[in-house]
C-alpha cells in the first residue's frame, strides 16, 4: 500500500481529517481517565471486611434523655441477654462501630509513651468478650477476652484499657517479624498489652484519608456506654437474617422502650451497610462506564458519517481507479489506511492529552498518576473502533463499479 | 424568509434522516449528560445565605500549636475549644456571634403511645436567629437575657410543630427534651440552606433541617453531649469538667461582621486574643488565626464533593467531542448540497443568505437535540441517585431555569458549531458547481 497518495489527498480534505483526528484524540484522553477512575473505584469494593458479611446486622441504639454510664451499661447488658435469646440469633455484642461505617473513634498508636510521633493510626473498636465469635474473626495468636476482663467507659473517660487485642496488620506494622503477643502498646490514654492476635478486621473508614490504617484495629475489652447510645451487631444463624432482625427490633423494644431505633437507619443488615458504604464507588464506576461507552458511539459514528461524504465525494476518482486496473481490495485497503493514519495521529496527540488531564486531576483532586497499562487499552480501542467504523464505508466505496468513471463529466 | 429557511432546514435534515439523528443523539447526550452532572454541582456549589455570605464568618484559633497543624499544612483545627468559645462570647466584638454544636437529645411526646424519637438538634445563642435570618412562623426568638439565665426555652421547626402540635401555635406550650420541660418560645418556618454552612465540620454539608434549638448555656449547663465530632490532641482526663476545660475542639462558631473594616478589626482582635493566651502560658507559639467567610469557609471545606466536579469536567469534555463531531457531521452535510448552494448563489442569493440558511439549519438540529437532552436530562436527574449519596442527590432537580438552561446550551453549541460548516458552504463557486453538473 502506498502512504504517499493518501496524504496528498487529505491534503485536500484538511478540516475532515483535522475533525477525525481531533475527535479520537480527545476520545482517548476521557476514555482512558475514565477507565482509570473505575478501576479505581472498583478496586475499593472488593475488599473485604474479614466479617461474616452474610450473617450480620447491625442495630443502631440510641437512648433517650441521657443517662449516666453505670445506667447505661446495665441497660446495654440487658438488651444483649435480650438479642442473644431472640430466636435466630447466634450471638451479639456491643460496639462503637462497625466496619464500612465511615467514621468512628481513630487512635494513634505508641510503642513508647514519650514518643512524640505515632507508630500508626488505628480504628478504635470497643467490644465485649462476644466479638470475635459474632464478628466471625479469626483469631491466629493469643486468646480471647475473658467475661471478667470487660469494663464499661463512657466517653468523657481515659482510653487505657488494661489488656487489647490487635489485628494482624497492626502487629506486622508495630512489631515486624516479631511475635505481638504480651507486649505493650500505647493509647492516648495509657498502656495495654496486646494479648491476642486477629487474622483481618478492616477499619471503619474506606475513604482515603483513612487509607494508610485501612487493616490497623484495635479492640477494647470494654462496653462504650455513651448516653446517645451506640451499636450492637448481631450474627444471625444462616438463612434467618431476615427474621432475626425483625425479630430483634421487637425484642429490644418489649425489653425497654425508652430508647429509638430509628426507621431508616435503625436496624441495617450488612449488605446494606456494604452498599451504602460503596454508594459513590460504585455509582462513578456506573457514570464513567456509560460515559465511556457512549462516547466510543458518538466517535464511531462520527467517522462512519465523515468516511461516507468522503465516499459520496470520491466516487468518480475510484471509478477511475478501478478502470485502471485497482482491484477491490486496493480500494478497501486505501480507506482502512487512510482511517490508520488519521488515527495515529489522533491517538499520538490524545496521548498526550490524556497524561495532561490526568496530571491536573492529580493536582486538583485524590487522583493516582495513569498507569501506562490504560493508555495502552485507550490506543488499542480507539484504533480498532476506527477500523471497525471505516469498514462500511469502505467496503461500499470498494463495490464503486468501474464505469462511474466514465459518468457525468 | 426565517419561516422560509427553517421550512427549507427541516426538509433537508428529512432527507438524510440517518445522519441527522446521529447529530440529535450526540448533541442529546451530550448536553444531557452535562445538565445533569451540572445540577448536581449546581445545588452543591449553592450559596446558602446569598445575603450574608460575605458577612458571616467563622473564625479559627490555632490552640494545637504547630506540631498537630504542620500535619494540615500549618491550619489551625476546624472546630473551637470550649474555653475560646466561651472568651469570645464573653468578649462580644462583632455585632452578633454564636458557639454551636449539634446537641445529643430525643424528644419525648406526651401521647405515651408515640414512640420517643431524635430530630436534628442544635445548642446555640440567642444572636444566631437573627445572624441565619432564620424566618418565624410563629413567636419569636429566645433573648440575650434568657441565654444568660440558661433558660429552658425552646425554639422547634415547622415539621415537629406539625408533628407534635398538628401545625398549631404552640408558643407557651412545653416540649419535654430529655425528659425536661422546655417552653416553646417560637416556631421556625421552613428554614433549610443548602449546603448546611452553619455546620460543614459534622455534616459535611448535607443534613436534615434543624428542628430543635435549645440555649447553648443551658445545653452545656446539663452536660448535653454533642452529636458531632470531638477532636483531642492530649488525653482530656476523666469527666465532663476536664474536657470542656481541655483543648478538645468540638465548637462552631459565626460571628456576623457587616463590613470589611469590622471584619479587619476582628481578625486583629482574635490575634490579639491569641497574643493574650501565648502570654498565658496556654499557647506556646505565636498567634495562628483564621478568619473566614461563608463562601470561603465552604470553600476550604471542600464541601462540593470530589464526585460532582469529576463528572462534571468529564461531561464537559464529552459535550466538546460530540460537538466535534457535529462539526465534522455539518460539514458532510452541508458540503453535499454544493450544488444547490450554486445554484442559489448563481440566482442572485448574497453570501449572508447562505449563511442564514445554514445556521438556521443548524439551530433546527440544535433545537432537535436540545429536547432530546432534555428527555435524557431528566432520566439523568432521577438517576443522580445511582452516582451520589441521598444527601446529595435529593437535592439535583429539574426546574425551569435547567430545562432553559439545557435548550440554550443546545441550539447555541450547535450553531457555533456550524460556523465552520457554514463557512465553508458559503464559500462555495457557483461557477464550479454550474459547470459540473
Same mark, same amino acid.
Given at each position: ?226 448516653? +446517645?447510645? /451506640? !451499636?450492637?451487631? *448481631? #450474627?444471625? =444463624?444462616?438463612?434467618?437474617? @431476615?427474621?432475626? %432482625? ?20 435503625? +436496624?441495617? /443488615? !450488612?449488605?446494606? *451497610? #456494604?452498599? =451504602?458504604?460503596?454508594?459513590? @464507588?460504585?455509582? %462513578? ?20 458519517? +465523515?468516511? /461516507? !461524504?468522503?465516499?459520496?465525494?470520491? =466516487? ?94 | ?437
Amino acid at each position: 500500500m502506498q502512504i504517499k497518495p493518501i496524504l496528498s489527498a487529505l491534503r485536500r480534505h484538511k478540516a475532515g481529517t483535522f475533525l477525525i483526528a481531533m475527535q479520537i484524540a480527545l476520545t482517548l484522553a476521557i476514555v482512558c481517565n475514565a477507565l482509570f477512575i473505575i478501576h479505581q473505584r472498583v478496586a475499593h469494593l472488593s475488599e473485604p471486611t474479614g466479617i461474616d458479611e452474610a450473617n450480620i446486622f447491625i442495630v443502631k441504639n440510641e437512648w433517650v434523655g441521657a443517662p449516666d454510664s453505670a445506667r447505661v451499661d446495665a441497660m446495654m447488658r440487658a438488651d444483649l441477654q435480650t438479642l442473644r435469646q431472640v430466636p435466630g440469633v447466634q450471638d451479639a455484642t456491643p460496639s462503637n462501630s462497625y466496619p464500612l461505617r465511615g467514621s468512628g473513634w481513630d487512635d494513634g498508636v505508641k510503642l513508647k509513651p514519650d514518643q512524640l510521633q505515632d507508630s500508626s493510626g488505628s480504628t478504635i473498636y470497643f467490644a465485649d468478650e462476644h466479638f470475635i465469635d459474632t464478628l466471625g474473626l479469626k483469631l491466629i495468636a493469643g486468646r480471647n477476652f475473658r467475661a471478667d476482663e470487660i469494663g464499661h467507659m463512657d466517653m468523657r473517660y481515659k482510653l487505657a484499657p488494661p489488656v487489647v487485642i490487635i489485628t494482624r496488620a497492626l502487629a506486622d506494622k508495630l512489631f515486624p517479624g516479631g511475635q505481638a503477643v504480651g507486649k505493650t502498646i500505647y493509647l492516648i490514654g495509657g498502656p495495654a498489652t496486646v494479648v491476642g492476635v486477629v487474622d483481618l478486621l478492616q477499619a471503619q473508614s474506606v475513604e482515603r484519608w483513612a487509607s494508610d490504617f485501612a487493616y490497623r484495629s484495635v479492640i477494647i475489652p470494654e462496653r462504650l456506654t455513651l448516653s +446517645l447510645g /451506640s !451499636f450492637y451487631i *448481631v #450474627r444471625a =444463624r444462616p438463612g434467618q437474617l @431476615d427474621a432475626a %432482625m425483625r425479630a430483634a427490633g421487637k425484642a429490644l423494644f418489649a425489653q425497654n422502650p425508652r430508647r429509638v431505633i430509628a426507621d431508616d437507619d435503625g +436496624l441495617l /443488615s !450488612f449488605s446494606e *451497610v #456494604r452498599s =451504602r458504604a460503596y454508594e459513590s @464507588d460504585r455509582g %462513578m464506576a456506573i457514570l464513567m462506564g456509560v460515559i465511556s461507552i457512549v462516547l466510543l458511539a458518538v466517535t464511531a459514528a462520527g467517522i462512519v458519517g +465523515l468516511t /461516507s !461524504f468522503w465516499v459520496g465525494q470520491r =466516487r468518480r476518482q475510484i471509478g477511475v481507479r478501478r478502470a485502471l486496473g485497482a482491484t477491490r481490495q486496493d480500494i478497501l485497503h486505501y480507506f482502512m489506511t487512510e482511517n490508520l493514519l488519521i488515527s495515529c495521529a489522533g491517538v499520538l496527540v490524545g496521548t498526550v492529552l490524556a497524561i495532561a488531564m490526568n496530571l491536573w486531576m492529580v493536582t486538583r483532586f485524590e487522583m493516582h498518576r495513569l498507569s501506562l497499562s490504560y493508555l495502552v487499552t485507550g490506543v488499542v480501542i480507539l484504533l480498532l473502533l476506527g477500523q471497525g467504523a471505516v469498514l462500511a464505508p469502505a467496503l461500499r466505496a470498494s463495490r464503486v463499479p468501474p464505469v462511474e468513471a466514465t459518468r457525468s463529466v | 424568509m426565517f419561516a422560509y429557511y427553517l421550512q427549507l432546514g427541516l426538509r433537508s435534515l428529512r432527507k438524510n434522516p440517518l445522519l441527522t439523528l446521529l447529530m440529535v443523539l450526540a448533541i442529546g447526550c451530550g448536553v444531557a449528560a452535562s445538565m445533569t452532572t451540572y445540577s448536581v454541582f449546581r445545588a452543591t456549589s449553592n450559596n446558602p445565605i446569598p445575603d450574608k455570605s460575605s458577612q458571616l464568618y467563622v473564625p479559627q484559633i490555632d490552640n494545637w500549636g504547630p506540631d498537630a497543624s504542620k500535619d494540615n499544612k500549618g491550619e489551625p483545627p476546624n472546630a473551637m475549644t470550649y474555653t475560646d468559645a466561651i472568651n469570645l462570647m464573653r468578649d462580644k466584638r462583632a455585632k452578633r456571634q454564636t458557639a454551636l454544636y449539634p446537641a445529643a437529645i430525643s424528644i419525648v411526646p406526651t401521647d405515651p403511645s408515640m414512640l420517643p424519637f431524635r430530630e436534628t438538634s442544635y445548642a446555640w445563642y440567642a444572636d444566631a436567629f437573627a445572624m441565619f435570618d432564620i424566618p418565624f412562623l410563629y413567636g419569636h426568638a429566645w433573648t440575650a437575657d434568657e441565654d444568660e439565665s440558661h433558660a429552658a426555652v425552646a425554639v422547634i421547626g415547622k415539621a415537629l410543630n406539625d408533628k407534635l402540635f398538628n401545625g398549631a401555635n404552640s408558643v407557651g406550650k412545653n416540649v419535654s427534651i430529655n425528659g425536661r420541660d422546655y417552653r416553646i418560645v417560637g416556631v421556625a418556618d421552613k428554614w433549610n440552606p443548602e449546603p448546611v454552612f452553619y455546620d460543614v465540620i459534622n455534616t459535611n454539608g448535607f443534613d436534615d433541617p434543624i428542628e430543635v434549638f435549645i440555649p447553648f448555656t443551658r445545653a452545656v449547663e446539663l452536660q448535653t453531649n454533642t452529636n458531632g465530632n470531638n477532636n483531642c490532641s492530649h488525653d482530656p482526663g476523666k469527666g465532663w469538667d476536664s474536657w470542656i476545660r481541655s483543648e478538645c475542639v468540638w465548637l462552631g462558631f459565626w460571628a456576623e461582621l457587616p463590613t470589611t473594616s469590622e471584619a479587619d478589626a476582628y481578625r486583629a482582635y482574635l490575634n490579639g486574643y491569641a497574643a493574650e493566651q501565648q502570654r498565658a502560658g496556654r499557647f506556646r507559639w505565636a498567634p495562628n488565626t483564621r478568619l473566614r467567610n461563608v463562601t470561603e469557609w465552604l470553600d476550604y471545606q471542600k464541601v462540593v464533593p470530589q464526585e460532582a466536579k469529576v463528572s462534571l469536567m468529564v461531561s464537559l469534555g464529552f459535550l466538546l467531542i460530540c460537538l466535534v463531531n457535529t462539526v465534522g457531521l455539518l460539514l458532510a452535510k452541508f458540503m453535499r448540497r454544493s450544488s444547490e448552494i450554486g445554484v442559489r448563489r448563481a440566482l442572485g442569493a448574497p453570501r449572508k443568505e447562505i449563511y442564514l440558511q445554514f445556521l438556521i439549519e443548524a439551530a433546527a438540529v440544535g433545537l432537535a437535540g436540545g429536547v432530546v437532552g432534555l428527555l435524557l436530562t431528566g432520566l439523568g436527574v432521577m438517576g443522580v441517585s445511582l452516582v451520589f449519596e441521598p444527601d446529595v442527590a435529593r437535592l439535583a432537580k429539574l426546574d425551569v431555569s435547567l430545562v432553559l438552561l439545557t435548550m440554550l446550551v443546545a441550539v447555541l453549541t450547535t450553531v457555533l458549531a456550524a460556523f465552520y460548516p457554514t463557512w465553508r458552504a458559503a464559500q462555495v463557486q457557483p461557477a464550479w458547481q454550474l459547470k459540473s453538473n
